[in-house]
Nanobody, 115 residues
Framework: VQLQASGGGLVQPGGSLRLSCAAS????????IGWFRQAPGKEREGVSC????????HYSDSVKGRFTVSRDAAKNTVYLQMDNLRPEDTAVYYC?????????WGQGTLVTVSS
């Protein structure tokens, strides 16, 4: 059972990145998929959430209108499209899959927004 996050990198302010969270060993169906981030010296914060049961999404106020979460059921993968990135979006991004007492975390992927 594994979640593999990828897609981070260095991008200029205003640019875009797409993060991927691929699951192996289990299917993401009926899980709540969360994206979290942790900036240096700060606590981990929730960025977005997707229910694979009904595809309802939620976003934090800081990313609403700029980030979009989606999933490809055939690839068992969830994506986080990040547009109009700002320096304050710099952080390690983590994906999480939760269903009842089942709770899986992917390793982080670093996003750096800098000119």
């Amino acid at each position: 059972v594994q979640l593999q996050a990828s897609g981070g990198g260095l991008v200029q302010p205003g640019g875009s990145l797409r993060l991927s969270c691929a699951a192996s060993g289990f299917t993401l169906d009926y899980y709540a998929i969360g994206w979290f981030r942790q900036a240096p010296g700060k606590e981990r914060e929730g960025v977005s959430c997707l229910s694979t049961l009904n595809d309802i999404t939620h976003y934090s106020d800081s990313v609403k209108g700029r980030f979009t979460v989606s999933r490809d059921a055939a690839k068992n993968t969830v994506y986080l499209q990040m547009d109009n990135l700002r320096p304050e979006d710099t952080a390690v991004y983590y994906c999480n899959a939760r269903q009842g007492y089942l709770n899986y975390w992917g390793q982080g992927t670093l996003v750096t927004v800098s000119s």
